[in-house]
């Protein structure tokens, strides 16, 4: 079972930066791909960041490409979103899920989901 819990938002200034992070009180976290997603208000839920297994291999939404960093510590069934220089537009709740297969950027293809922690990016 995956059970998994954000943390890390906040309220942060246009330029400024915020590390969220995601544990997962289970033992079966690095058998699962992870990935962050963020919901603005009145818009659908977005990708944002993916993760493979090992950690070896990223992806990410162009939007957010150079500004955020995915990692993960399989030890401590943790994984990271370093945000940088973020703006307005990064305003949202931020979702990690977890996902055995499928498309990365794909909502429906992950089955397990945190409850979500609110970024606010002031300008």
């Known amino acids: 079972q995956v059970q998994l819990v954000e943390a890390g938002g906040g309220l942060v200034q246009a330029g400024g930066s915020l590390r969220l992070s995601c544990a997962d009180s289970?033992?079966?976290?690095?058998?699962?791909?992870m990935g962050w997603f963020r919901q603005a208000p009145g818009k659908e839920r977005e990708f944002v960041a993916s993760?493979?297994?090992?950690?070896?291999?990223?992806s990410y939404a162009d939007s957010v490409k150079g500004r955020f960093t995915i990692s993960r510590d399989n030890a401590k069934s943790t994984v990271f979103l370093e945000m940088n220089s973020l703006k307005p537009e990064d305003t949202g709740v931020y979702y990690c899920?977890?996902?055995?297969?499928?498309?990365?950027?794909?909502?429906?293809?992950?089955?397990?989901w945190g409850q979500g922690t609110q970024v606010t990016v002031s300008s």
């Open positions: 899920a977890a996902r055995i297969g499928g498309a990365a950027d794909l909502v429906d293809a992950y089955s397990y």
């Open positions: 289970g033992r079966t976290f690095s058998s699962y791909k």
């Open positions: 993760i493979s297994r090992s950690g070896g291999a990223t």
